[in-house]
């Protein structure tokens, strides 16, 4: 007879019936939906199913806590509602047809920067300590930078610029790499489309808006002509070409056969893709570019200029995630070369990587328990406020939405200021905090008041709303808006063996490290009790060992991340290793029992690699939840010492 019968019939009429779910999957302690319509769900009554500990929304999945017995529920859910289940990406899939244009759009962005954040953040770090070394004048009394009175020093500036290179003038190559490896098209091809884009024929990108039409090279084609630019540095062109790239591949690899489909398919696709790259979309781009660059000039020296100013703070951001804002560099430029030999349009931009970093720096104290988030929030910030800020665009502000809005609205007011004062810079090319040297010192005190306000505005906004709209799981653990989960690592040496006839009064650590409380773990449904109370712990070895005699009962077989542990005292046990792990599919852990066995205090149940689960984002923190007492009475969880596996007590009971 079916355990949950009750329960099953209940939830499906509570979450609208059968033609209410889109798709159905499950992790170790929930059941996650994509419903059709979210309003039908009765939280409330579903909540008080017996088997029900709790739901939540998060991701455009509507999700049911039930415990480590989540599996048997699914079975008997899905055999009785008649409906398939299916993977837990495939739910994700499912999800986006929730999501609302903006969010889909916002979405799809996300994923394909996401694999270039990381070449991001690296750059923007290097650029920013070159623009600290070869841009600050520290030296003869505020004439020479440090590369200008060391020879080491501009070894290493000129050095560093390979990586700057790399990274930020060949973008367009990691934009269409990454597009094509979404779209499921050949990467090697994008990348090839990439590198047509940046060639070193071709006039770079950052000299066309300085070089005099009738300079820059071309291809003369008898019927038209073409003009040689390159497109370092830009987005939209290496995004507009990248799609180009995989449509064409997927009609020609449909109507092609396979037999000729290695030949046939990359010709037909990548060539006319760079014909269409730099005859059309490329063009496209600078005449973009010319626009928004010729819009900012009269806004600078019109009677509305103060107006102009808040325009510009408020969408140089968005601007600068196109690669369009290179060409205010021809602006500021032609402003210093005049008769002021000063630019009032650098400090708005020095006034906006400030702003876009202090949404950032709200971000990270807001996810400083997030220790994935963290990877990405703190180097951004950094780089931010050094001048660069593509790794906070697109690694964090733009990911949430609301830090970028927050950034520009800061960044509007803190603009308004500088030039309602008619703040100059002498030169370009030092951004951020440092910023502020680039300045007339007659200057210096009202940009001090404008970076005040750049840093404060966008830090309270993003503080503000990010306490009202982020979710528990994005404060805590969850990434790209996903559910988070703990998974427990408990390892050790073999552990000493207990007499068959002492009664079980105890529970030995499972793993090595420090004992923590459940509170600290980056998970609502663990640190907020709800699946239980127990112990948490961060390990320093990498095998879970059983904490005592006992019968193994559910286990992850798929992700190999989970197990639960059944006592002769008929107390249960759940081991989870890591947060969010589930999402490695199995890569890096070995589950070394199955469900059914009998194990031995100090037997090794899970091993991990701690290096691969670091590599893949997730804090690799280990619960152990007590879901079931049994007959235990009196139950103590010790925390605050540091255990050895299968030796120290960490919980304890009559």
């Not at 999700?63 to 017995?69: K, L, Y």
């Not at 759009?105 to 070449?119: H, K, R, T, V, Y």
């Not at 489309?193 to 060639?199: E, K, P, Q």
Request: aromatic share 8%.
């Amino acid at each position: 007879m079916a355990k949950y019968t009750d329960d099953v019939k209940a939830l499906l009429e509570l979450i609208g019936g059968k033609e209410n779910i889109a798709a159905v999957s499950h992790c170790m302690t929930r059941m996650r939906f994509v419903l059709a319509d979210e309003k039908k769900a009765n939280a409330k009554e579903i909540e008080k199913l017996k088997s029900v500990k709790g739901t939540f929304t998060q991701a455009g999945q509507y999700q049911v806590i039930i415990g480590n017995d989540v599996s048997t529920f699914y079975n008997e859910f899905t055999a009785y509602a008649g409906i398939e289940g299916v993977s837990k990406e495939a739910a994700k899939q499912a999800a986006k047809t929730n999501q609302n244009p903006i969010q889909k759009i916002m979405s799809n962005l996300g994923e394909i920067f996401a694999p270039i954040i990381p070449a991001l953040i690296c750059g923007g770090l290097v650029l920013g300590f070159r623009n600290v070394i070869d841009a600050i004048y520290f030296f003869d009394n505020g004439t020479k930078t440090i590369v200008d009175i060391s020879q080491f020093w501009a070894g290493v500036d000129s050095f560093l610029w390979l990586i700057g290179e790399a990274v930020f003038h060949l973008l367009p190559v990691g934009i269409v790499w990454s597009i094509t490896k979404k779209m499921g098209t050949t990467q090697i091809l994008g990348i090839v489309l990439g590198l047509t884009l940046v060639s070193s024929q071709l006039l770079n990108g950052f000299s066309v808006a300085s070089t005099p039409a009738d300079q820059i090279p071309y291809w003369d084609f008898g019927f038209a002509k073409v003009n040689m630019i390159g497109y370092q540095g830009q987005v939209i062109a290496a995004m507009m070409a990248g799609f180009v790239l995989v449509y064409l591949e997927k009609f020609f690899r449909k109507i092609c056969p396979a037999v000729v489909s290695m030949i046939v398919v990359p010709v037909c696709s990548l060539v006319p893709a760079v014909f269409i790259a730099h005859m059309v979309v490329g063009p496209i781009g600078w005449t973009i570019g010319n626009a928004i660059a010729d819009v900012v000039y009269a806004g600078l020296t019109s009677n509305i200029r103060f107006v102009f100013a808040g325009i510009f703070g408020l969408l140089y951001a968005p601007i600068v995630m196109t690669g369009l804002h290179h060409m205010t560099n021809a602006i500021d430029s032609q402003l210093i070369a005049g008769p002021s030999k000063s630019t009032i349009l650098w400090p708005m931009i020095a006034l906006s990587n400030i702003a876009q970093g202090s949404s950032v720096l709200a971000m990270t104290v807001l996810q400083k328990k997030n220790e994935r988030a963290q990877q990405v929030n703190v180097p951004a910030c950094i780089s931010c406020y050094l001048g660069v800020t593509e790794p906070a665009l697109f690694g964090v502000n733009l990911k949430y939405g609301f830090p970028l809005v927050c950034g520009m609205i800061g960044s509007a007011c803190a603009a308004v200021i500088s030039v309602g004062f008619g703040v100059e810079a002498l030169s370009i090319g030092v951004g951020g905090l440092p910023g502020i040297l680039s300045i007339k010192p007659e200057y210096y005190l009202i940009f001090l008041l404008a970076m005040a306000v750049a840093i404060v505005i966008p830090f309270a906004l993003t503080f503000i709303v990010g306490k009202a709209k982020l979710s528990a799981a994005d404060r805590l653990g969850e990434d790209y808006g996903e559910e988070s989960q703990v998974v427990e690592e408990v390892q050790g040496p073999a552990a000493q063996t207990e007499e068959a006839a002492e009664p079980l009064t105890e529970l030995k650590a499972g793993l090595t490290g420090k004992v923590i409380p459940l509170d600290d773990v980056p998970d609502d449904v663990f640190s907020q009790h709800i699946m239980g109370d127990g112990v948490a712990i961060e390990p320093e070895n990498d095998t879970v060992v059983a904490p005592a005699d006992a019968k193994v009962g559910v286990v992850m077989a798929d992700s190999g991340h989970a197990c639960g542990l059944i006592f002769a005292n008929e107390m249960e046990l759940l081991i989870h290793v890591g947060v969010d792990t589930v999402d490695m599919n199995g890569d890096g852990f070995e589950l070394l029992v199955k469900e059914g066995d009998q194990v031995k205090q100090g037997q090794p149940l899970i091993r991990f690699d701690k290096e691969k689960i670091k590599a893949a984002g997730h804090p690799y923190v280990t619960v152990f939840i007590v879901t079931e007492e049994g007959q235990a009475k009196n139950i103590q969880y010790l925390t605050g010492m540091e255990a050895e596996a299968g030796k120290t007590p960490v919980i304890k009971f009559e």
